[in-house]
């Protein structure tokens, strides 16, 4: 229990600095990302306590300590969900560390499609680094069945992105996925999105011209994916 606990906490840490540098990428420039947090409002610096995941949003009730600016209650969401991500991981194992790149990085971009509708393209770097690690400790064995499973997927999102229904951020990070996984886990993950999106963009849509925010089902069908093969294993 604490394991798992502790994972989470861990997960929720990692998320909180997540949305940080997307804030900060967003609002100032890139040297800001290593200084100390401090509150956008008022500019004062947070005490460390102050910027603890979940538990400072609580007991500070979603306000600035010195400001009393309302804090998004988006912050405690994307920690809860960064936490969850984490759950499963055993940091004992060097897979997980690559794991938790991708993850991080991930939930950098889905807060990038989600709010401006594209992401940088040098995000992709540090998880395809990643990716050349852990395919360099673990080769990945391409067969026919991959490739019977990678090929209608390429021309699918060839489709889409020339209806410009999707874009060509979405297929890289398809890409990455293959090689982080395999051809077949990144189809059900792309499966899995399609069917959360299927589920919940209805009820959150906006403007019915903006473009698809992908990224983010796609790192939610990557959690729970991944978190449901761990759940496999352990069992
Ligand atoms: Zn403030």
Request: aromatic share 16%.
């Given at each position: 229990?604490?394991?798992?606990?502790?994972?989470?906490?861990?997960?929720?840490?990692?998320?909180?600095?997540?949305?940080?540098?997307?804030?900060?990428?967003?609002?100032?420039?890139?040297?800001?990302?290593?200084?100390?947090?401090?509150?956008?409002?008022?500019?004062?610096?947070?005490?460390?306590?102050?910027?603890?995941?979940?538990?400072?949003?609580?007991?500070?009730?979603?306000?600035?300590?010195?400001?009393?600016?309302?804090?998004?209650?988006?912050?405690?969401?994307?920690?809860?969900?960064?936490?969850?991500?984490?759950?499963?991981?055993?940091?004992?194992?060097?897979?997980?560390?690559?794991?938790?790149?991708?993850?991080?990085?991930?939930?950098?971009?889905?807060?990038?499609?989600?709010?401006?509708?594209?992401?940088?393209?040098?995000?992709?770097?540090?998880?395809?680094?990643?990716?050349?690690?852990?395919?360099?400790?673990?080769?990945?064995?391409?067969d026919s069945l991959?490739?019977?499973?990678f090929l209608p997927?390429?021309?699918?999102?060839?489709?889409?992105?020339?209806?410009?229904?999707?874009?060509?951020?979405?297929?890289?990070?398809?890409?990455?996925?293959?090689?982080?996984?395999s051809a077949q886990?990144?189809?059900?993950?792309?499966?899995?999105?399609?069917?959360?999106?299927?589920?919940?963009?209805?009820?959150?849509?906006?403007?019915?011209?903006?473009?698809?925010?992908?990224?983010?089902?796609?790192?939610?069908?990557?959690?729970?994916?991944?978190?449901?093969?761990?759940?496999?294993?352990?069992?």
């Amino acid at each position: 229990m604490i394991y798992y606990l502790s994972n989470f906490f861990i997960g929720a840490c990692v998320a909180s600095h997540a949305n940080l540098v997307f804030n900060r990428l967003q609002i100032d420039n890139y040297q800001l990302i290593l200084s100390r947090s401090y509150c956008f409002a008022c500019k004062k610096q947070l005490r460390f306590w102050d910027t603890l995941p979940i538990i400072s949003y609580l007991y500070l009730r979603g306000k600035c300590h010195y400001c009393q600016t309302k804090i998004s209650a988006e912050h405690l969401l994307i920690e809860l969900i960064g936490g969850f991500s984490f759950v499963l991981l055993d940091f004992s194992k060097i897979n997980s560390y690559f794991l938790a790149i991708l993850l991080f990085f991930l939930l950098i971009i889905s807060l990038f499609d989600y709010f401006e509708q594209e992401f940088p393209i040098y995000l992709l770097f540090c998880p395809l680094l990643a990716l050349i690690g852990k395919r360099l400790l673990f080769p990945l064995k391409l067969d026919s069945l991959s490739l019977l499973n990678f090929l209608p997927m390429i021309i699918a999102f060839g489709l889409m992105i020339k209806k410009e229904k999707l874009g060509e951020g979405d297929l890289l990070i398809y890409l990455l996925l293959v090689g982080f996984f395999s051809a077949q886990s990144a189809n059900l993950i792309m499966l899995l999105a399609c069917i959360l999106c299927l589920v919940v963009f209805p009820i959150t849509k906006k403007k019915s011209h903006q473009a698809l925010p992908f990224v983010p089902y796609i790192y939610a069908a990557t959690i729970l994916f991944n978190n449901y093969q761990l759940f496999q294993i352990i069992n």
